[in-house]
């Protein structure tokens, strides 16, 4: 994993700004600590930070090959996993290697197939080529945006980054944000509308697109997009598939010339893959595979069923880890450190977010980091199979909204009169909720309960995911840690997307066809454990700490939240205390004390950016 940026200009001189383009690659150093590199011309000038996971010594970039006269440079973050199949594909065309890296395969396919090699990557990528010939650019990101890119275009300018941090350091991009960018933060956020850069200059790539930038302007548009079609295979036979993609998606993330673990948190979905992880391991001799798992201090002794969270992770950890023969590091967390990485964890995302479920996975990072460089999760099982509360619950799939967000209008209320009239939240909201299904693609002999479990599996995959796949990008990105995400591969994306509810939820169980295809590699119990999410501290300290912090936000004269919230409904929700009603305000885990947390990152980011509002 790396982090990229880049900076064309027709009319300008790039290579006499090059403190520029420096500037924007420094702010990522924590993408890659391994090397940096540049390379400029009169109209171009592409940088790179690099995290060395595959050829540590001939992957270094900017990365230039010469063919047929043309100079194509390329920079590129991600890991193309299929890179060995492309190399020798490409071989039996008459092109030759000098390094053993992926990133000269992804250059050289780019070479051979234009456009059309970004369909033939199986991997997670962000990478740009420059053409010294056409002087055209050309931008890619992965299907499912496991890794981020934004762009902004400037006057004669294009810029681009894998972090806005990395736009905001040009001189020339604003930290502008209007009312439709204030909206993205303050009714949608943490998530985010795709393509959407929140500040007023910024742009994101949306997943699954590439983009062309010439002298005549900037085209992106979609090479992968989910599609309806009818499912002909059986019970048996789907899970047959779904098991063969799971082995071979798993086996190639282990590749990597650094050490590999797994995230085990003792549920189906990351128990899943690191049973075949050690599958692997062993077949290769490999060594014993080192699992790691988080917890909080007092978890056992503060912890309640709460519907969503029903039993602890901890047991269920140790049951699966012992069964498979793993070695094991549990990482305990307390209040004080949740409370230390607040800010860092917004300064890393660059925006407000997922409050203790940020800074945990912050800290959580930089432990396993000083044991390795890649990690494998158990993310977006949930979204593609339907584990999610909101897949099963009559008020979600009945509700004309986003169904991790049912009570905006709790949410708002902290929010002030003047600067609701501002942004427009519900009827924000509900725009983009409209945008959003009218993506969705059906099938015509779906029944309208097919119709709504699609659409709910759509807005799960292309609007909530890709905030977990930010928040797990960004937060371990910070301890330059790559961690993959072997349920993201498009392959099984697209099989699961279109196998009936019905079979999905095979022999009553949600995501009952997940756990049909894993049978024989867990224990039965932990097969059939029903879902808990990520962990959230439920120590009453926590909310004492989010409690006090956000007073003394209020307590600031100087706070650039404050006129933007209601301080005196804000004073109500924090003097109620922890045991108060919770306001939900986005997805399952967050009550209260997050929302202060949430708040508090907010005020930060105000500050800190330098936020303009408009």
């Given amino acids: 994993m790396c982090g990229i940026a880049g900076w064309i200009d027709y009319q300008g001189r790039v290579e006499r700004q090059q403190r520029y383009l420096d500037a ?11 090397g940096s590199g540049s390379w400029i011309s009169a109209r171009a000038g592409l940088a790179h930070r690099r995290l060395a996971v595959i050829d540590p010594v001939g992957g270094m ?32 065309l008459g092109y030759t290697f000098q390094t053993r890296s992926d990133t000269e395969v992804l250059l050289t396919a780019y070479i051979a197939w234009g456009d059309d090699a970004v ?18 650019l050309y931008l890619a990101r992965d299907r499912l945006g496991v890794k981020p890119l934004f762009f ?17 350091a040009h001189p020339t991009v604003s930290h502008r944000v209007n009312a439709e960018g204030l909206a993205e933060v303050f009714a949608l956020g943490p998530s985010r509308t795709p393509g959407h850069g929140v500040f007023e200059d910024i742009r994101e790539l949306r997943a699954g697109w590439h983009l062309h930038h010439d002298r005549r302007g900037t085209r992106a548009r979609p090479y992968w997009q989910l599609e309806a079609a009818p499912h002909q295979d059986d019970a048996k036979t789907t899970a047959g598939v779904i098991r063969e993609l799971l082995q071979d998606t798993v086996t190639r993330q282990l590749v990597a010339d650094v050490p590999v673990v797994t995230l085990l948190s003792g549920g189906l979905d990351s128990s899943i893959v690191t049973s075949l992880a050690q599958d692997t391991f062993k077949r290769e001799s490999r060594g014993p595979l080192k699992t790691f798992s988080i917890d909080f201090k007092d978890m056992a002794r503060y912890f309640k069923d709460n519907g969503f969270q029903t039993n602890l992770d901890a047991p269920w950890v140790e049951k699966v880890s012992e069964f498979l023969g793993t070695e094991h ?7 004080p450190d949740l409370e230390e990485s607040l800010v860092p964890a917004m300064r890393a995302r660059d925006l407000p977010g997922h409050a203790d479920v940020d800074t945990s996975l912050l800290l959580f990072a930089g432990q396993i980091k000083q044991q390795a460089t890649v990690g494998l999760s158990g993310e977006a099982a949930d979204e593609i199979f339907g584990g999610y509360p909101w897949f099963h619950r009559a008020d979600a799939l009945k509700a004309n909204t986003f169904p991790w967000s049912l009570r905006l209008n709790d949410r708002i209320r902290v929010l002030n009169r003047d600067f609701i009239r501002h942004i427009q939240p519900i009827e924000y909201v509900s725009a983009r909720y409209r945008e959003a299904l009218a993506e969705v693609p059906h099938h015509p002999a779906e029944t309208l309960e097919e119709r709504r479990i699609r659409e709910i599996s759509y807005l799960s995959i292309t609007r909530f995911l890709p905030t977990l796949l930010d928040r797990k990008d960004r937060m371990t990105m910070a301890h330059s840690l790559e961690v993959r995400v072997p349920f ?10 279109n196998i009936p509810w019905a ?26 454990r029903r879902k808990s999410p990520y962990p959230s501290t439920v120590n009453p300290s926590y909310f004492a700490a989010m409690a006090a912090g956000i007073r003394e936000v209020l307590s600031d004269p100087g706070s650039p939240l404050k006129p933007l919230i209601d301080s005196d409904y804000v004073k109500e929700v924090v003097e109620a205390g922890p045991q108060a009603d919770q306001i939900p305000w986005f997805g399952q885990l967050m009550g209260n004390a997050q929302l202060f947390a949430f708040l508090i990152q907010a005020n930060a980011w105000l500050k800190e950016y330098r936020v303009e509002i408009v």
């Fill in 24 to 34: 924007m690659s420094q702010t990522m150093t924590c993408r890659g600590p391994d």
């Fill in 61 to 92: 970039q900017p990365m230039s090959r010469r063919f047929g006269g043309t100079v194509y440079s390329v920079v590129y973050n991600g890991e193309i996993y299929n890179f060995r199949e492309l190399r020798e594909e490409l071989q039996s």
């Fill in 119 to 136: 369909n033939r990557l199986n991997g997670i990528f962000a990478f740009a080529v420059w053409n010294s010939r056409t002087e055209t």
């Fill in 152 to 168: 902004a275009e400037i006057g004669s300018g294009f810029l681009f980054a894998s972090e806005m941090k990395g736009l905001l």
């Fill in 329 to 335: 590091t549990r990482v305990e967390l307390d209040t």
């Fill in 488 to 497: 993201c591969d498009h392959r099984l994306v697209e099989y699961v997307f």
């Fill in 503 to 528: 079979m999905k939820n095979e022999g009553g169980l949600s995501k009952g066809i997940l756990r049909l295809a894993a049978a024989g590699w867990l224990p039965e119990d932990v097969l059939t």
